[in-house]
């Protein structure tokens, strides 16, 4: 059988126009098999946030003001996508009282109280454990392997869970198989490995338990997986690993 070389890339570019708001060259999806894929998307998506903050920094800014353009770069070239996860996660889960009731909160565009807090506090953690990583040298491989290995987490839930509902981003993505998802969080590891060294065999246990336990609130509240799910997993994961590597 004729191996298509060109695969890897097509599926990088599926993971990317998935994930994020760059301008790509036409490709065609391959939706959940390109999953394996996230990983490296999230190292691609963290180049350019990285990038900032130490253009930031080479500019004689503060460190605080470095993780502020770091942040804020990360947020521009991802849409919001995956804090607008976390919000909707965070609104439904705790706003509802039956499972019916959670998906529709989460479907609907407008934020809660308790969406409007996840975000705030998500951004303040992210924020806060990026500014003592800028004081230091290292932070852009930190910025990067945080991307990457979050990301990681995202193909883990697809694999792991059924889907919640019958529509939706996730629903149109498909459900990713265990050996994608297995391949995924292997490159994620690799990637935080080769970036950080063996800080990163802590940074992905933590990262590893943090998403299991969203996990089980995902299974037992909604009865399974939305694509903001994902998104909160996502932003979780990256919390979890900038928070270890502070430690």
Do not use: N
Request: charged share 10%.
């Amino acid at each position: 059988m004729k191996m298509d070389l060109t695969r890897p890339w097509t599926d990088l570019l599926s993971a990317l126009g998935l994930l994020s708001r760059l301008p790509l060259p036409a490709h065609e999806g391959r939706g959940a098999p390109a999953a394996w894929a996230y990983p490296l998307a999230g190292a691609v998506l963290g180049g350019p946030a990285a990038l900032a903050g130490l253009l930031a920094l080479a500019l004689s800014l503060p460190p605080q003001l470095a993780a502020l353009i770091c942040l804020g770069t990360s947020v521009m070239v991802t849409g919001a996508l995956h804090e607008d996860g976390l919000a909707d996660v965070a609104d439904g889960v705790w706003g509802g009282f039956d499972r019916a009731r959670r998906l529709e909160i989460m479907k609907d565009s407008r934020i809660g109280a308790y969406g409007v807090i996840a975000l705030v506090l998500s951004l303040l953690a992210r924020w806060s454990a990026l500014s003592l990583l800028f004081a230091t040298p290292g932070a852009a491989w930190a910025v990067i392997a945080a991307a990457a290995l979050s990301r990681a987490a995202m193909p883990a839930l697809m694999a792991a869970l059924p889907h919640a509902r019958d529509t939706g981003l996730s629903r149109a993505v498909g459900r990713c198989s265990v050996p994608v998802a297995a391949l995924a969080a292997f490159i994620g590891a690799v990637l935080a490995l080769i970036l950080l060294g063996w800080i990163a065999l802590p940074a992905l246990l933590v990262a590893a338990l943090v998403t299991l336990a969203l996990a089980r609130i995902a299974s037992a509240k909604l009865g399974g997986q939305t694509g903001d799910v994902l998104g909160a997993a996502q932003q979780l994961a990256e919390i979890a690993v900038l928070l270890v590597l502070i430690a």
